[in-house]
């Protein structure tokens, strides 16, 4: 029979971290780099700018320049130009020259499915 110590013992190795909850073999057996966090932690304060998420949503399954994507979101051609500069940076959109033009659009398919996770988690 297990006495009243043993059980607050275990009840507190199961919720080391304070919550109360168990957590069993949920948390992950390694942590990444520092560095690859670091990395990761600047890829989502990306997605932190309403304005970088309108580009990014007008960009979905197509190309567009920069005078088609301002007015597509209702910005300035200069401020869509200094958010595609950091969405360039963290290689969420692609740039390719078309004459006196530059046509950009979504890096790949991965931007996408971080969009649709992101929508789909907020509206749950």
């Known amino acids: ?4 110590n043993e059980r607050t013992a275990a009840a507190e190795e199961a919720s080391a971290c304070g919550c109360g ?4 073999e949920e948390a992950p057996e390694c942590m990444p780099d520092e560095e690859l966090l670091y990395d990761l932690a600047d890829l989502f304060k990306v997605f932190g ?3 970088r998420i309108k580009i990014l949503y007008a960009l979905m399954g197509k190309e567009l320049c920069v ?5 597509t979101i209702g910005a300035t051609q200069s401020a869509v130009s200094h958010q595609l500069r950091t969405l360039k940076q963290s290689r ?6 078309d004459g006196k033009n530059v046509i950009y659009s979504l890096s790949d398919d991965h931007v996408y499915t971080m969009l649709a996770q992101g929508m789909t988690h907020i509206c749950e």
């Open 1 to 4: 029979m297990e006495t009243e």
């Open 21 to 24: 909850e168990p957590h069993g």
């Open 49 to 51: 700018d309403t304005t």
């Open 67 to 71: 005078a088609d994507i301002a007015e």
């Open 92 to 97: 969420l959109v692609r740039a390719k020259r």
